[in-house]
């Protein structure tokens, strides 16, 4: 019976994108045959898998579009009418003529003296080295001027540049996406054959990067007669991100653009909050309201025994402690929250930083809290792994939202308020709709006004007043259930269901054992006793992927007709099938080192010398004895 395929695509190398992962893991553990393709950070591909059995593919990827972009921008900068040579080469050049000028009227006049010359050949070199001094002279006033219109164009080029580079990011009007962002369609060029090769049901295109590579697959699927539903997962309100670093006014409306191109050609929009499904909705006349999928943790809390952050900042259980944990950008916010803790006597802050606590905005943080004279009551922690979160920070005593006013802002539930509200911290978030909203309607924390550092102070003195009765209303189990993730895997798994068809229960995979495309007399005795077993006579396609389990490559060739093994190996593993090289002979130790290295998977040699010296490859014997172990790679 066939089991749906999904695969869904991200412009990043998925490792640290939580909620990619956390909605991959829930369609599997529903039975979907999930795959997920991401660019790959190190250049090289890596291939995994992870939790129920979902495929994570990262291919290396080529911003050639992006580049030439960049590229054409240095050309534009580096143009000049006027040439300026470096300093002092002119000089020198005219230096040393007028010396060999000096030192030929010398010789002149000493052969004048000996009589050599007469006077008329005297006065005749006097005219020609007066003349090319007179030239020599002339040139170097020429430089001078010529320099001075260079360094002038130069400056003005680099001041016109400055300017140019300041006011236009700022600019949102008349924006072409291609130009501004090629990198989206750099993605195509990196993900569409992979997907195509992939064959899914649902492809499922996570952020606005990448729902163009989702929308021309289906297209190119319609043209091939198969059905391909894609699925647009919206993290964020893209015409209202906050602007920081190259997120500019202009580059935000060309991946806007971008998004509205596409998003009526998707079958089905998610995304993360109410506000924002209902603004696109309306915003782009979509035919029905995006499924809500909120960045919500698990309900079930899982402790891994790491320590909490009262302890890991060496802090008494009965100093107040605030927690802000997340991104460190301007747009986050959290120099409101440094400015607040001088009206905040005896008040710890600790910042969990993500990525890390080593990166410019902190220090910038750390030199805003050198000022404020509050640096020894400020605290910057490395983030802990996603499923450690709730237990880190259960022993703060208030979760802090200070996020600044952007439209993306006013509609978010960012992850962090179901992540305090979990471990059971009071919450204090700036005023932004959606989130004043959910806290006043929960009743779990105060709200003041964003950027208003008094007003923050105020809404922490009301917490700390009474804190349990918030906690005791983060604790309500049945909040706890809505807002689990739980409960928002369940609305994803139900739109799949809808979409593609509830996958089939799991039935017992009989082992089909494929090996080729030599096709060895060695090969055939193996596998002659071995039930389903068959050797290759040509390249496997994709559809013949689809009734395979094992596939034996033999000595280091490609099953699929492609130039390199390697090339199979996203497929093969996306398909779920297990597979081995065998190297036949004794051949170059070096070699088969170096091949492992890049195929890291199971390697049979068939010498038993190079098995003992050759650390993990297995030996395969002749006949009987090497059916046996083949036979046992098809149980494992």
């Not at 893991?25 to 039975?31: R, T």
């Not at 091939?224 to 919206?234: F, I, T």
Request: glycine content about 8%; charged content about 25%; some cysteine.
């Amino acid at each position: 019976m066939h089991v749906p395929r999904i695969v869904m695509i991200v412009a990043n190398d998925i490792t640290n994108d939580t909620r990619v992962l956390k909605e991959a893991v829930a369609l599997g553990k529903a039975g979907y045959q999930v795959t997920l393709l991401g660019v790959s950070a190190s250049g090289r591909l890596a291939i995994d898998t992870i939790e129920s059995g979902v495929v994570m593919i990262r291919v290396p990827g080529h911003f050639v579009l992006r580049d030439e972009r960049n590229r054409r921008h240095r050309l534009r900068r580096g143009r000049r009418l006027f040439d300026i040579r470096p300093e002092g080469v002119e000089a020198a050049r005219v230096a040393s003529r007028l010396a060999d000028l000096k030192a030929e009227r010398g010789r002149a006049a000493a052969r004048r003296r000996a009589g050599q010359i007469g006077r008329a050949a005297q006065l005749t070199g006097v005219v020609s080295r007066s003349f090319r001094h007179r030239r020599l002279r002339l040139s170097q006033a020429a430089v001078s001027v010529r320099t001075w219109f260079g360094e002038t164009e130069a400056r003005l080029a680099t001041n016109f540049w400055q300017w140019w580079d300041t006011w236009l990011p700022r600019r949102s009007g008349l924006v072409k996406w291609r130009s501004v962002i090629p990198e989206a369609d750099d993605y195509e060029a990196i993900l569409a054959d992979l997907i195509d090769q992939l064959r899914p049901d649902a492809l499922h295109a996570h952020d606005m990067h990448v729902i163009g590579v989702g929308s021309r697959a289906a297209g190119r699927a319609d043209l091939r007669g198969r059905s391909l539903k894609v699925v647009y997962d919206a993290h964020e309100y893209v015409p209202g991100l906050s602007q920081y670093g190259g997120r500019t006014p202009r580059m935000i409306a060309a991946w806007a653009q971008h998004e509205a191109e596409y998003i009526r050609t998707v079958d089905r929009v998610v995304t993360v909050s109410p506000a924002i499904a209902r603004t696109l909705h309306t915003r782009h006349k979509l035919d029905r309201e995006p499924t809500v999928v909120i960045n919500s943790p698990e309900l079930c809390e899982r402790d891994n025994g790491i320590t909490d952050i009262r302890a890991a900042i060496g802090l008494a259980d009965d100093v107040p402690l605030l927690v802000y944990s997340g991104g460190v950008t301007r747009a986050r916010g959290v120099e409101t929250a440094m400015e607040a803790l001088p009206l905040l006597p005896g008040v710890h802050l600790a910042v969990v930083c993500v990525p890390h606590a080593r990166t410019r905005p902190v220090d910038e943080l750390r030199a805003l809290g050198k000022s404020l004279q509050i640096e020894d009551r400020v605290h910057y922690l490395d983030p802990v792994a996603p499923n450690d979160v709730i237990h880190f920070l259960g022993t703060a005593d208030i979760g802090l939202i200070p996020i600044l006013r952007y439209p993306s802002h006013e509609m978010a539930l960012p992850n962090k308020v179901f992540e305090y509200t979990f471990a059971g911290l009071p919450v204090v978030t700036s005023d932004m709709p959606t989130l004043e909203e959910f806290v006043g309607k929960t009743g779990i924390g105060e709200v003041f006004q964003a950027e208003n550092p008094d007003s923050l102070a105020e809404a922490v003195k009301t917490v700390l007043k009474d804190p349990e009765q918030y906690r005791e209303r983060a604790a309500d189990p049945g909040l706890r259930a809505e807002m689990s993730w739980e409960t928002q895997a369940g609305h994803l798994r139900d739109l799949y269901a809808e979409l593609v068809g509830a996958p089939p229960a799991p039935e017992d995979v009989v082992p089909r054992l494929v090996l080729g495309p030599n096709g060895s007399k060695a090969a055939k005795a193996w596998l002659q006793d071995i039930d389903g077993a068959e050797i290759l006579r040509r390249p496997l396609t994709l559809p013949d992927l689809d009734r395979v389990t094992h596939v034996l490559m033999e000595d280091w060739q490609s099953v699929l007709g492609s130039e390199d093994l390697i090339a199979d190996l996203p497929l093969l593993t996306a398909a779920r099938i297990k597979h081995a090289v065998v190297v036949y002979g004794r051949v170059d130790r070096q070699e088969v080192r170096r091949r492992m290295r890049a195929y890291t998977g199971t390697v049979f040699v068939t010498d038993p010398v190079i098995a003992d010296a050759v650390e993990g490859t297995i030996w395969l014997p002749p006949a009987d004895e090497g059916a046996k172990v083949l036979r046992d790679f098809l149980t494992e």
